[in-house]
């Protein structure tokens, strides 16, 4: 493909550049619309369905997928599932699927399920994941509602098959594989929005909407959902992998905005984990406990979500600095001076480089710190001049502002496609993508340590910090089929790990644990949580049939 035809693409509108990956499934989506409603009325809308002659693309983060065989008595330690020489390749063995169990999903989901090799072969790969698995799906199946949901897994358990619930394969590390086969749960089908209540400010979905396609129909209410992750990810995989984005530094992650879940267990069972409600002190927080378990406790059917007014006014400003410590402590000073913005992301000179290359831009490459502020507008105004004033005593230059929506827009879209702008220094090349946060104090010098040993590869290596909550990522740049390459890219992603683990930090931030960071969860939380953990998952999944293999390390006994 030549270049300056790459390039065009990656300039158009998000939503063009996502239906471009979409391309492998060939088929459009379009959200569901069902009831829309305040507290006094209720106001029907009429049904957009999919066209039913196509198999959908999968548009809701995967909640995990398969990676081990599942074992009857879940006490058992099993061996490592990862090859020696390289830990993203992820082994399993395949056990063929009884033609008993194809019959019974063939009569729940009639013709929303295939068989077919291309189909299932794309939804054992991930999209931009460079972890790798031995084997693929054997079934792939579209369900349409909850029901058809707990019948399948119903199925699945009685003859012991592992399910893996899946959707866009945006999920980085591994979930979305199938080393051992079985059944691919894709839930795109499931995107209706079920109830919208504007004086409640919630809204009730089910797990195949796509956090952009929900804004778009929240827009004209004067209501969004704050999160904002990658491209593609949906409602149901967003909560599975307990996710956040830009916009965590002032709304929170998942965990924040979620009031309630509908669950499909293990054994077919459909769990109501809350009321409604904004607060509630009614038993265990189930709704906690299913945010971030990646699909091996259930299968998400249905989210209440927290909404938010869209902000009156808003300024976006940017900021240049000599070193990405500068940046990072002006990110510090911004959050410790109780300024309210609602995002800080620092971006690397390499990453400013690659954004100008994808772009055709010309911005200074340099350090470069992006907020924004919301509120009224002299108030907002007001915080510019603050934090200008707080980066001019830490080397800051060339502060610019943003006022205009469509220039806001087109930073904020250059932000959301920084991983896609880095493959236009190395279009051949993929990208492993380090997700470590640290308590905010300590941003700087990670950042800072971080910084020397990626300058120091013979890789190129970008860096993007969610700054105002001590998120920091790195995408590193290597060559899939050098080995060489792929060893100095593991070596740079464990250095940043144990460095930010050295410093009571997490080796996820946001993008969970799936197989790539389980081999660290026992220096984080240590032997004991990690028991608890399987105690959890073994009373919920006797047959561990859920998602088996992701989250919790194989070695862990109780």
Request: glycine share 6%; proline share 5%.
């Amino acid at each position: 493909m030549a270049m300056s035809s790459w390039f065009s693409r990656l300039r158009c509108s998000s939503k063009c550049f996502f239906n471009s990956l979409a391309l492998r499934t060939s088929v459009s989506r379009k959200l569901v619309r069902t009831q829309t409603t305040t507290n006094s009325e209720s106001t029907k809308h009429p049904f957009l369905f999919w066209s039913s002659s196509l198999l959908p693309i999968a548009l809701a983060v995967s909640a995990g997928s398969l990676a081990l065989h599942p074992q009857s008595d879940p006490s058992l330690c099993e061996a490592p599932s990862v090859d020696s020489r390289a830990d993203f390749v992820v082994k399993g063995s395949h056990k063929e699927v009884p033609r008993e169990l194809i019959d019974e999903l063939k009569a729940i989901c009639q013709d929303n399920m295939t068989l077919d090799y291309e189909e299932r072969y794309n939804h054992g790969k991930p999209q931009n994941s460079f972890h790798k698995a031995v084997n693929i799906p054997d079934v792939v199946v579209f369900p349409r509602s909850e029901e058809q949901v707990s019948k399948i897994v119903k199925s699945c358990d009685k003859h012991k098959v592992p399910i893996v619930p899946y959707g866009g394969a945006t999920s980085l590390e591994g979930h979305t594989l199938s080393p051992n086969g079985g059944v691919c749960i894709d839930m795109s089908l499931m995107n209706r929005v079920k109830a919208l209540h504007v004086e409640d400010m919630d809204v009730v979905v089910e797990p195949g909407v796509g956090w952009m396609e929900l804004n778009e129909y929240l827009e004209p209410y004067g209501l969004f959902f704050p999160l904002d992750p990658g491209l593609g990810a949906t409602i149901g995989g967003m909560c599975a992998t307990r996710c956040s984005g830009s916009l965590a530094v002032r709304y929170g992650t998942m965990r924040d905005n979620v009031i309630s879940l509908k669950v499909v267990l293990a054994n077919g069972d459909v769990v109501k984990t809350a009321s409604r409600a904004r607060k509630s002190a009614a038993g265990y927080d189930l709704t906690r406990l299913v945010i971030g378990s990646e699909g091996t406790l259930g299968v998400i059917t249905e989210v209440t979500l927290r909404l938010q007014k869209i902000p009156q006014y808003s300024v976006v400003a940017m900021c240049n600095f000599p070193t990405v410590k500068d940046a990072a402590d002006v990110a510090i000073a911004t959050m410790l001076s109780g300024i309210q913005v609602s995002r800080v992301e620092l971006l690397d000179e390499v990453q400013v480089r690659a954004i100008n290359i994808a772009n055709g831009k010309s911005l200074p490459e340099t350090p470069t710190l992006m907020f924004e502020f919301i509120g009224t507008e002299a108030y907002s105004r007001e915080q510019t001049l603050i934090v200008k004033n707080i980066a001019s005593e830490h080397n800051g230059s060339d502060f610019v502002f943003a006022y205009d929506p469509e220039t806001k827009r087109e930073l904020w879209k250059m932000r959301k496609e920084a991983l896609w702008a880095c493959f236009a220094m190395e279009p051949n090349f993929e990208a492993m993508i380090s997700d470590v946060c640290v308590p905010l104090s300590c941003l700087a010098e990670l950042i800072s340590r971080s910084k020397q040993e990626l300058d120091a590869s013979e890789l190129i290596c970008t860096v993007i910090a969610h700054a105002g909550d001590g998120n920091f990522h790195t995408l590193i740049l290597f060559d899939p089929n050098n080995e060489e390459h792929r060893q100095e890219a593991q070596r740079l992603n464990h250095f940043m790990v144990h460095t930010a683990l050295s410093m009571e930090g997490t080796c996820t931030g946001e993008h969970g644990v799936g197989t790539g960071k389980m081999k660290y969860l026992e220096q984080e939380l240590g032997m004991e949580a990690l028991k608890t953990m399987k105690r959890i998952k073994a009373a919920l999944d006797p047959n561990n049939t859920m998602n088996p293999g992701k989250l919790i390390p194989s070695h862990v006994c109780f």
